[in-house]
């Protein structure tokens, strides 16, 4: 049995997608009490969208603006994902952006299965804070998050808790992901890792260990149980992107955007 606020906000939602069009947030405003609403609107909307097989989902979003936040998590719809190749510009002209922005990140992909009795072991493991995530990854990539959002601007006086739930269940304002090539997985020094940024001819922005968790990795414990709570098993190739080391940067049609990470890869997008 469907909750009937669930499905009415889910619907909502869908229906902004299909049409390209905004919602306004206020009707929905106290409508969704607490995270777990909103992640049964994130499972409902991709079930009207019909985004994922039995397989589930294969790309995600994780992550927070500090180590001392409470993470979220999206899945992300398939039709929105593109892969670099070769080093190529990745064109998004064909996509629709109501108010786009962009964010640096790196993404992860998981070597092999995972249920949620291995993900607890391997925490357990090493009885460390942040277990090794070595023997979990296979490769890694610079990626590109466009952040997109269903709702129009919220209204003045709304209660941030409110903004951040509703902001959760649209698949956390996600527009698309752009994803670079793959090198293999490596422990690096991410507090010495260095970004850069240009949108059209801007200057070049040029960032250092900033990644708001410390590293990209230090999530996994979250997502994975996250996963694995709601699928059960988290399968191979399943790949997250990590969090922004550039902060949310607005964009428009027609800019072209390079991306770089030091060591590990260069991406170029065209909006």
Known sequence: MIDPAIDAIAQALAGARRSGTQLPMAPWLGRLPDATAAYAVQARVAALMDWFGPA????????????????????????????????????????HFARPLIEAEIALRLARDLTRAEV????????????????????????????????????????????????????????????????????????????TLQIADEPERAFRGSHPLGSPTWLLPQWLAHLTREQGVVHAGTIVTTGTWSGALPIAAGDRVQVGFEGIGTLILQL
């Open 56 to 95: 589930g989902p294969l790309h995600w979003k994780s992550g927070g603006p500090s180590r001392d936040a409470t993470l979220t998590h999206a899945p992300l719809p398939p039709d929105g994902v593109r892969q670099a190749h070769a080093g190529g510009t990745v064109d998004l002209r064909g996509m």
């Open 120 to 195: 607890e072991a391997w925490q357990r493991g090493r009885g460390e804070s942040s277990p090794d995530p070595r023997p979990l990854l296979d490769g890694m990539a610079v990626s590109v998050e466009v952040v997109d959002s269903r709702w129009c601007l919220p209204p003045g006086g709304a209660e941030p808790a409110d903004l951040a739930r509703l902001h959760l269940a649209d698949q956390q304002v996600h527009g698309a992901l752009v994803l670079g090539d793959w090198v293999p997985f490596e422990a690096r020094d991410w507090h010495a890792q260095t970004c």
